[in-house]
C-alpha cells in the first residue's frame, strides 16, 4: 500500500517562498506519475503540476513560472518550489501518485483526480497579504 507524507508547508508573506516535499513508501514509485493538488477554503481541490516518469513537467496557467516540480526516484521524493507566492496560493496543498505507469502523460490524464491511487494528508500553506 502506497503511503504518502507531505512536508514544508507554513507561514510566508506574499513574494516570500516555500518548498514542499512528498515522500512515497510502498508499491514501485518510479514507474508512477507525481502530481500536486490544492483546496483553499470553499472551493474545490484543484490540479497545481505534476511530472511524469521520464521528468516531464505539467503545471496550471495559475502556477506556471512561479512554482516548479521536480522528482527524486532513489529517494522516492517529489517537492514544489514555490516562488512569488500570492494570497491566493492559500491551501492545504496535496500530493498524489497516480495508479498506473506513466511515462509519458499528458496534462489531461495528470490533472483528473480519477487518475491517482493514493494521496497524501495534506500540508497548509497560509500566504499573507
Known amino acids: 500500500q502506497v503511503q504518502l507524507v507531505e512536508s514544508g508547508g507554513g507561514l510566508v508573506q506574499a513574494g516570500g517562498s516555500l518548498r514542499l516535499s512528498c515522500a512515497a513508501s510502498g508499491r514501485t514509485f518510479s514507474d508512477a506519475a507525481m502530481s500536486w493538488f490544492r483546496q483553499a477554503p470553499g472551493k474545490e481541490r484543484e490540479f497545481v503540476a505534476g511530472i511524469d516518469r521520464s521528468g516531464g513537467t505539467f503545471y496550471s496557467d495559475s502556477v506556471k513560472g512561479r512554482f516548479t516540480m521536480s522528482r527524486d526516484n532513489a529517494k522516492k521524493t517529489v517537492s514544489l518550489q514555490m516562488n512569488g507566492l500570492k494570497p491566493d496560493d492559500t491551501a492545504v496543498y496535496y500530493c498524489?501518485?497516480?495508479?498506473?505507469?506513466?511515462?509519458?502523460?499528458?496534462?489531461?490524464?495528470?490533472?483528473?483526480?480519477?487518475?491517482?491511487?493514493?494521496w497524501g494528508q495534506g500540508t497548509q500553506v497560509t500566504v499573507s497579504s
Open positions: 498524489a501518485q497516480t495508479r498506473r505507469v506513466a511515462y509519458f502523460a499528458s496534462m489531461s490524464y495528470l490533472a483528473d483526480q480519477r487518475s491517482y491511487a493514493a
